[in-house]
């Protein structure tokens, strides 16, 4: 059976591949993750939910697989680990043999089975939710088998978590959908804060950081990509406003000290770097950030099938430009 799915490679650009793996015709796929530009694929069915497949697709042949208590949410590997995802617990496997080195039972409701697992081979780390009703995040080293770290990264539950590729940030999303953090790993420091919106509430369908860590790209149900761009701003010299408008940013600046937390924040939030507007809005999709003919490219994967590529200006940002779209 061929199935077209949405992959990472090993310079983590999200592709379209048609791979024929070792299911029957009659069994529908629900998860397929590859691991980075090899033959594996690790497979979930419908009709086995609860029944992990680990194949070689391009002989068609099944290595091994594994059942489990429930049903397989999400599955996350990379050269050293596979993670499987269940509503309350997590199994991790070594990648090598498949034998299950760990489990973490009694975990927080995840329903949506979010998790991301780093693709470092020095910070091999795991992320997942640490509550169900306020946004923490718990990071486990999935090398040394214990947790290393809680991280209270938003007030409500988390909607979408990712580490860039060094495995040293993890950049995490609410329910709400308006802020996106930035932490170092493991310490759990917050980096960056970035703004999405202030006018509405939106789901995030994806976070992703480009390869080098300088830029990260949040996706939502509507129709507007934000792409932020991870600098730390350079302190200017004083310098007294010539202008009304820079006289009022002076005394609105000053003024953060008095004004309550949540105030102040939004002063201090970044903005978008760059935007890209979709055709499309309610589709969810799932973004990558790329480095394509030596050119920062944005690609957007949306369910009807489309494959859209953006270019992205890294000096001066901005709107991004379409070139291509697929399906």
């Given at each position: 059976m061929c199935v077209c799915v949405c992959v990472c490679v090993c310079v983590c650009v999200c592709v379209c591949v048609c791979v024929c793996v070792c299911v029957s015709d009659t069994e529908d796929v629900c998860i397929v993750e590859r691991l980075f530009s090899s033959s594996l694929v690790a497979i979930v069915s419908l009709k086995a939910p609860r029944k992990l497949k680990v194949c070689h697709f391009k002989k068609g042949t099944e290595i091994c697989n594994y059942s489990y208590s429930n049903t397989i949410l999400a599955v996350k590997l990379n050269r050293q680990r596979l993670i499987v995802c269940l509503e309350e617990s997590l199994y991790i496997h070594n990648i090598r043999d498949m034998k299950v080195l760990h489990t973490i039972r009694e975990t927080p409701p995840n329903p949506s089975g979010l998790c991301a697992l780093s693709i470092s081979n020095d910070n091999c780390y795991l992320a997942y939710p640490g509550s169900a009703t306020i946004g923490e995040v718990q990071v486990f080293d999935t090398v040394n088998l214990r947790a290393a770290n809680m991280i209270p990264a938003h007030d409500s539950p988390l909607a979408a978590v990712v580490f860039d590729a060094s495995g040293t940030k993890l950049a995490t999303a609410s329910e709400k959908g308006t802020v996106i953090r930035v932490f170092s790993i493991p310490e759990g420091q917050k980096l960056f804060e970035f703004r999405r919106g202030v006018k509405r509430c939106v789901s995030i369908c994806s976070l992703a950081f480009s390869m080098e860590g300088l830029y990260l790209s949040a996706s939502s149900?509507?129709?507007?990509?934000?792409?932020?761009?991870?600098?730390?701003?350079?302190?200017?010299?004083t310098e007294e406003p010539t202008t009304w408008g820079g006289?009022?940013?002076?005394?609105?600046?000053?003024?953060?000290?008095?004004?309550?937390?949540?105030?102040?924040?939004?002063?201090?939030?970044?903005?978008?770097?760059?935007?890209?507007?979709?055709?499309?809005?309610?589709?969810k999709n799932i973004c990558a950030l790329a480095l394509i003919q030596k050119i920062p490219r944005l690609l957007v994967a949306a369910a009807d099938g489309y494959l859209y590529l953006y270019n992205l200006d890294p000096q001066e940002g901005g709107e991004c430009t379409l070139m291509k779209q697929h399906r």
């Open positions: 149900n509507t129709e507007t990509v934000h792409i932020f761009k991870l600098e730390t701003q350079k302190e200017k010299p006289y009022l940013g002076k005394v609105l600046m000053a003024s953060t000290t008095y004004l309550p937390s949540q105030v102040t924040e939004m002063f201090t939030q970044g903005r978008a770097f760059a935007t890209v507007r979709l055709p499309f809005s309610g589709h």
